[in-house]
């Protein structure tokens, strides 16, 4: 081999070795961020089974709590940088603590907004029966009306003058007109891994609609008043101030 031929081969080496350095820094190594959904009771960390009093001045106990966290969104603003996790769908349980904490894996270095839909929608509702989190045997899915749970309160109240003064509120519906999937938006005064996410209770029954639960104690189908509190509880999720 001649020796321009070997300088000609080293420079083929050199570049397509700066090439592949190049194409490798461009990859951004993944980063876990932490979601972690808070139930709250106004300040009070929530207990199922504890006698509180809303701000209507109810008083009510909760025995189940849970609501399904869809179509999430985490966004980078000062990059204007934005990941998508459309497909990926998650149940948040009260009665379940390891429900309460999502990770996600993204390229993104650090996260200022995000948004996310409560409920499920309606192109997955129209799929039929599913899987995972979304197995009817969770108890979130209506087989007579073929549709998801968006989210889902019981408890009990004594003002309410029904059997064991229950209250049950199964808050779906997905076709136009009664749709009671939600988008929530949060934003971060600055970046951060991990995202606390309050929930206060209180919103379900006194937010942009009063529905004090003596009145409002049974909710199994949708409707106006499954709209209602749909846009109720979408105001309930919050992040402390950073």
Request: aromatic share 12%; charged share 20%; with cysteine.
């Amino acid at each position: 081999m001649t020796l321009k031929r070997i300088f000609k081969n080293l420079y083929l080496l050199l570049f397509y070795i700066t090439i592949a350095n190049h194409l490798f820094c461009q990859v951004k190594d993944p980063k876990i961020f932490t979601l972690q959904f808070l139930n709250r009771i106004g300040n009070d960390t929530l207990q199922l089974n504890k006698i509180y009093t809303n701000t209507l001045g109810e008083n009510f106990s909760i025995s189940s709590c849970r609501y399904y966290i869809s179509n999430i969104v985490l966004e980078d603003k000062k990059n204007n940088l934005k990941e998508e996790f459309s497909d990926q769908y998650f149940l948040v349980d009260q009665a379940d603590r390891a429900s309460q904490t999502i990770l996600l894996t993204s390229s993104l270095k650090e996260v200022t907004n995000i948004r996310f839909m409560i409920g499920i929608d309606s192109i997955k509702n129209v799929q039929g029966v599913q899987e995972g989190v979304l197995d009817p045997a969770k108890g979130m899915f209506w087989v007579w009306n073929s549709g998801y749970i968006m989210a889902k309160l019981e408890g009990n109240s004594t003002l309410i003058k029904a059997p064991r003064h229950a209250f049950s509120l199964h808050i779906g519906g997905f076709r136009q007109g009664e749709n009671t999937a939600r988008t929530v938006l949060l934003e971060f005064k600055k970046g951060c891994d991990t995202i606390q996410i309050l929930a206060d209770i209180n919103h379900w029954f006194n937010s942009r609609y009063k529905l004090p639960l003596q009145e409002n104690y049974f909710c199994h189908e949708p409707g106006n008043l499954a709209m209602k509190y749909a846009d109720n509880y979408s105001t309930m999720f919050s992040v402390p101030e950073n």
